[in-house]
């Protein structure tokens, strides 16, 4: 088991960027694949990006690609997002998640602990 919290959630100008963490506080990170998922209010939680235990291997959402990179650090048992060229759009609470199984996947249901989120909040 793993347990995760984010960090680096703040308010930003449009054009902006943020490197939001991902910490293992319990569990160590190299044994899960991490993913990045984000949710507006009223809206259908967003798959990101998600990155492989080794970090080799790597997967986006198509329209995020150009802005936003995972990474991670396994030494410091935590993984990383960092976001750049920020829109209005990309207001929304951030997740990170640790999946279990060993290959890479873009939906919730995939993915098996959650941490508690971080807001990102973006204006012009």
């Known amino acids: 088991q793993v347990q995760l919290t984010e960090s680096g959630g703040g308010s930003v100008q449009t054009g902006g960027s943020l490197r939001l963490s991902c910490a293992a506080s319990r569990g ?3 044994n899960y694949i991490i993913g990045w998922f984000r949710q507006a209010p009223g809206l259908e939680r967003e798959f ?12 986006y959402a198509v329209a995020l690609k ?3 990179t995972i990474s991670r650090d396994n030494a410091e048992n935590t993984a ?4 750049n060229n920020l829109k209005v759009d990309d207001t929304a609470v951030y997740y ?8 890479l ?20």
């Open 66 to 68: 150009d802005r936003f």
């Open 105 to 124: 996947a873009a939906t919730q249901l995939d993915y098996d602990y959650w941490g508690q989120g971080t807001q990102v909040t973006v204006a012009e």
């Open 80 to 83: 990383y997002l960092q976001m």
């Open 48 to 59: 990101i990006a998600g990155i492989t235990q080794s970090g080799t291997g790597t997967n």
């Open 28 to 30: 160590t990170l190299s």
């Open 96 to 103: 990170c998640a640790a999946r279990v199984e060993s290959y």
